[in-house]
């Protein structure tokens, strides 16, 4: 290799180490970074999230029709918490979805409060990581309704949610979290939401895979920094 | 840039690779169409063991769930492949590779051309050094429909999984049939690209494998006088 060849290769080495810094900063000031940014993983799941925030924006997730509804699929077991299993014992009855943060109205939900709620039903997919789906309807309250009800200050920037299950839980960016298709789902397919899908309470990400939309939902958290994550799975889940 | 680019990609593929099988043994079964799980007839099941309990395999056992490190290197190598072939297409484009080396001409889609070099092939005849600079009409043909068929598709059936790309961009799920249909090709696409592999390590050992390695990393080729 000749040595202006060598010269041609650290100067382009060096601008493009510029260029990245550059390009780090900029994506940081837009919300572009996820919070998962760091590590040998950081760059792919920063470009995955940064091209999808730019690119894709708001769009709405795909709905279907009625014909397409197939049957929903119960992915593993109900929860064994006791807790959980005296809730269901009277029909759910005493469930509550706690509301709070940095809101200035801190609200506590039952079902029937969610239900006594403008409602949006949506026939969408959803695919799980591993590989496979299905389509069903899915009927709840916007969380953007929720939170607007809540009272949500400009500084926010990401809803964290908690299972009943003590090791379920996860967040969305504000964006994902005001979009219109984003639900907390009481209902499948007309009925109630069954146990199996994630009943009474699901946060439903129709833009996002399986693992984001977290089952049997008791609390939901508005934060304006990020959570820590520790998830095995990239964080921004749109992929 | 054409050596470059190579070596990345056969970094890149060799990830993609693994870290696809890893996901693939979540779920072995394939659909068509928008859906597909376990409570539906597959239109084909590997004969593999999965990694989740709820996957029926006929098998006794479950593997070890590897989607964590399996999904983000998956998904980091898919960006540097990307990057890497946009490099390569723009600099080939640019610097003529295609129109000199990749394309196929006219005089080599003449039947005479086409059947000496299968003729060629068929006897695993050993290159002459003398084409150690070009590419056969049979490696163009090859190489043109892994660059411009198989890469894309990969990259077309991958991006249709993805529930945030089909929000944004429905026609590029639409078009192929279903999110699940875009599953069962990005897998075929899969095989496809191995095969290719195989044949091509295969003809780089037949056309003597110390002198195209170092021809494809140094860039120079060896006086045709020591063929090891």
New interface residues.
């Given amino acids: 290799m000749s040595g202006i060849s060598r010269r041609n290769w650290l100067v382009g080495g060096f601008a493009a180490a510029a260029g990245g810094a550059v390009a780090v900063k900029m994506a940081a000031r837009y919300g572009l970074l996820p919070p998962d940014a760091s590590g040998i993983y950081g760059p792919g799941t920063a470009l995955t999230y940064a091209a999808n925030r730019i690119l894709v924006g708001n769009s709405p997730a795909r709905e279907f029709s009625r014909s397409q509804i197939s049957k929903p699929f119960v992915n593993g077991d109900p929860p064994k918490e006791a807790t959980f299993q005296k809730l269901q014992s009277n029909g759910f009855l005493d469930w509550r979805l706690q509301v709070d943060g940095m809101v200035s109205r801190p609200a506590t939900y039952s079902l029937a409060d969610l239900k006594a709620l403008p409602a949006r039903s949506q026939i969408t997919h959803l695919a799980c990581e591993e590989g496979w789906s299905y389509i069903s309807e899915w009927t709840g309250v916007p969380l953007a309704h929720v939170l607007s009800n809540a009272g949500l200050p400009p500084q926010a920037r990401y809803v964290a949610y908690q299972s009943i299950q003590k090791d379920w839980s996860d967040f969305i960016d504000i964006a994902e979290a005001l979009h219109p298709q984003t639900l907390i789902a009481y209902g499948l397919n007309g009925g109630d939401l069954p146990v199996g899908n994630g009943g009474p309470l699901r946060l439903r990400v129709p833009r996002q895979l399986g693992y984001k939309s977290v089952k049997y939902i008791t609390r939901i958290t508005v934060t304006d920094r990020m959570p820590k994550f520790a998830g095995d799975y990239s964080w921004y889940a749109g992929i | 840039m054409v050596r470059i680019t190579h070596w990345l990609t056969v970094m890149c593929f060799l990830a993609l690779l693994v870290s696809g099988i890893e996901?693939?043994l979540?779920?072995p079964?394939f659909y068509w169409g928008?859906?597909?799980?376990?409570?539906?007839a597959p239109l084909f099941t590997l004969p593999l063991p999965a990694s989740?309990a709820?996957v029926p395999t006929g098998y006794q056992f479950v593997l070890p769930d590897q989607?964590?490190?399996s999904?983000?290197?998956h998904?980091?190598?898919?960006?540097?492949v990307g990057l890497t072939g946009l490099a390569y297409v723009l600099s080939s484009l640019l610097g003529g590779h295609f129109r000199r080396n990749l394309l196929p001409g006219r005089d080599h889609l003449s039947l005479p051309s086409l059947s000496r070099s299968i003729a060629a092939h068929l006897k695993f005849q050993r290159p002459p050094e003398s084409e150690a600079w070009s590419y056969n009409v049979l490696q163009r043909i090859a190489y043109t429909a892994v660059v411009f068929g198989l890469f894309p598709l990969a990259i077309w059936t991958g991006l249709a999984?993805?529930?945030?790309?089909?929000?944004?961009?429905?026609a590029i799920?639409a078009t192929l049939g279903g999110?699940?249909s875009a599953?069962t090709i990005h897998f075929f696409v899969m095989i496809l690209l191995v095969l290719f592999v195989a044949v091509h390590v295969a003809m780089v050992i037949l056309a003597g494998f110390g002198n195209r390695m170092r021809a494809m990393i140094t860039g120079t080729v060896e006086d045709g006088k020591e063929q090891s």
Avoid: D, K, T
């Fill in positions: 996901i693939l979540s779920h079964r928008e859906v597909g799980n376990v409570g539906m989740r709820l989607n964590g490190w999904r983000s290197l998904f980091e190598a898919a960006w540097a999984m993805s529930p945030a790309v089909a929000a944004g961009f429905p799920v999110q699940q599953r």
